[in-house]
């Protein structure tokens, strides 16, 4: 079965610092993608970065960046220079690319940015 | 801009009573998800749709079922709802032939059953 675990309900980080949010997931499939979002508290959800699991490289997009381990099976999110507005739930996703691009999510770690 | 909509926002309904959850979306996806949101437990996939009148079981169907007559249209229904469902919805389409997947989510529909 597949599956994805966040294992920290919640995080707090000091503005301007950098924060990872862990992610493992667990799959038979040997190609699938993974993601993270972004939910603040007015409840939308916002993509943020997304890695292939045949990427050789490791994704980022402006402060956020996709640590990838496929050994490990761990996709962890790290934000560089932690701003007030990051504080939000983030959630971790895989979809498998069989199976009409089926997405499960991760529990979620909620992040809390200290001024 | 680019659109995924849910038809209401909050609602409020008897346990028993017959729920319409209502979501369209403008991209031309192939593909249209619900899910269920609780504290603790993350996004938890009811349904989904990768094709007019086509749909999957997600992990938790049960009490639920859903409609796409037409391909912007993927509803879900709650033929009997109950306490236990009350809970915050989303509604999510993706392209099945281009870019990443990323999901394209709606706003979500809180709903309290009581």
């Known amino acids: 079965a597949q599956k994805i675990t966040q294992t920290q309900p919640g995080m707090f980080v000091q503005e301007k610092e950098a924060v990872t949010l862990d992610c493992t997931y667990d799959?038979?499939?040997?190609?699938?993608?993974l993601f993270w979002y972004k939910q603040p508290s007015s409840g939308e959800m916002i993509f943020l970065i997304y890695?292939?699991?045949?990427?050789?490289q490791n994704a980022t997009e402006g402060r956020y960046s996709l640590n990838f381990q496929k050994a490990r099976k761990s996709a962890n999110l790290v934000i560089s220079a932690s701003q007030l507005g990051d504080s939000a739930m983030y959630f971790c996703?895989?979809?498998?690319?069989?199976?009409?691009?089926?997405?499960?999510f991760g529990a979620g770690t909620r992040l809390f940015v200290k001024a | 801009d680019v659109k995924v909509t849910q038809s209401s926002r909050y609602l409020v309904k008897r346990t028993g009573e017959k729920v319409f959850l209502e979501c369209v979306q403008d991209?031309?996806?192939?593909?249209m998800f619900w899910y269920r949101q609780d504290p603790g437990l993350g996004l938890r996939l009811i349904y989904f749709?990768?094709?007019?009148?086509?749909?999957e079981k997600g992990d938790i169907p049960e009490g639920y079922s859903v409609s796409r007559e037409k391909k912007e249209r993927f509803s879900l229904i709650l033929e009997s709802a109950s306490t236990n469902q009350t809970s915050m919805y989303l509604c999510?389409?993706?392209?099945?032939?281009?870019?990443?997947?990323?999901?394209?989510f709606g706003e979500g529909s809180r709903l309290t059953v009581l």
């Open positions: 996703a895989m979809r498998p690319n069989t199976g009409g691009f089926k997405t499960i």
């Open positions: 799959t038979s499939d040997p190609s699938y993608g």
């Open positions: 890695q292939g699991s045949y990427d050789q």
């Open positions: 991209m031309d996806h192939e593909n």
């Open positions: 749709s990768y094709d007019v009148k086509m749909k």
């Open positions: 999510a389409s993706n392209s099945g032939q281009e870019g990443t997947g990323e999901l394209f």
